[in-house]
């Protein structure tokens, strides 16, 4: 398996100075340049961007501004909820074009795209039927401009009842039909909808396209923090640097080797610490993981 590590922006989401996605009491000390800035100093092969950070900026800022850094970018982030009628649909398809567009003017090679948000008053299975419907029609429209769309396995309650398990992912991708749509396999999201990390993996398998690492711990009795998310059984989890979680990485690693892939691997933090140590670590463990695979 190569060692493409990559990184993306939203592992320092916790310490920007605006623009942050999630709630909290201060803003970070950070601007989204200076932590571009910091992951140049990683010695990484990529970066993967959110929409959300870098709306307001045009490919041809961003392109500079990452090709300053020494950081192609790989991938970009975007949501879009496809699960709805077709009426109320059609504008959203017309926003994920014109974000599939602007991928392309970035150089990325990448749409990541959070495809659906759940609606608690509508049939769950109608809901899947139209992100299918929709992501069939984003795919042939990334196909045609040489993009791939990726969507993960992801940990957000919002999403999750689609989208959580491996084999609702598998079986939308399959549904899909096309290969300019696979999926990201996310390590660390297994644990909130209470399913075995290496299993999802070998569920996903056939459709995996990209990787993101990360790891948590639960939290200890009587343990504050700020961040922090809850699985579907309860169990209250935070953030943490790669060899600091639950998660058992090594054997994941090794039954991606297996199965060669040779795709990125994106560090995906989510804790509490200053990106500028958090993610010099864990890029430093996970190159170490990598290695002794050779």
């Known amino acids: 398996m190569s060692d493409q590590i990559m990184v993306m922006d939203y592992s320092s989401d916790w310490y920007l100075n605006e623009r942050y996605v999630h709630p909290k009491r201060e803003s970070g000390p950070y601007s989204r340049e200076e932590i571009v800035e910091l992951y140049g100093s ?8 959110l929409h959300a950070y870098w709306y307001d900026c045009s490919p041809q800022q961003l392109r500079k501004l990452t090709a300053d850094a020494g950081l ?6 975007f949501p879009a909820d496809l699960a709805q009628p077709a009426a109320a649909r059609r504008p959203v398809i017309d926003q994920v ?8 003017e970035l150089g990325a090679v990448l749409a990541m795209m959070h495809p659906a948000l759940v609606k608690e008053d509508l049939p769950l299975e109608q809901q899947q039927v139209w992100l299918i419907e929709g992501l069939r029609q984003c795919a042939e429209r990334a196909q045609s401009i040489g993009l791939t769309i990726i969507a993960e396995n992801i940990d957000d309650p919002q999403m999750r009842p689609l989208m959580g398990r491996g084999a609702d992912c598998r079986d939308i991708c399959a549904a899909v039909d096309s290969p300019a749509f696979r999926l990201i396999y996310d390590v660390g999201a297994p644990l909130f909808v209470e399913e075995d990390p290496l299993e ?7 459709y995996i396209a990209h990787v993101h690492v990360k790891n948590n711990r639960p939290l200890a009795p009587g343990e504050q923090t700020e961040r922090y998310r809850d699985s ?24 991606l080797d297996r199965l060669k892939y040779d795709g990125y691997i994106c560090i995906e933090y989510q804790g509490e610490d200053d990106p500028r140590t958090a993610l010099p670590h864990s890029v430093a463990y996970l190159r170490q993981l990598l290695n002794s695979l050779k």
């Open 72 to 77: 192609p970018i790989v991938s970009y982030i």
């Open 232 to 255: 579907a059984g309860g169990r209250r989890y935070t953030g943490t640097v790669l060899d600091g979680g639950i998660v058992e990485l090594r054997p994941i690693l090794a039954e």
């Open 97 to 104: 074009f014109a974000l599939l567009d602007r991928t392309a």
């Open 200 to 206: 999802t993996l070998r569920v996903m398998a056939p």
């Open 42 to 49: 990683l010695g990484v092969a990529g970066i993967e961007l």
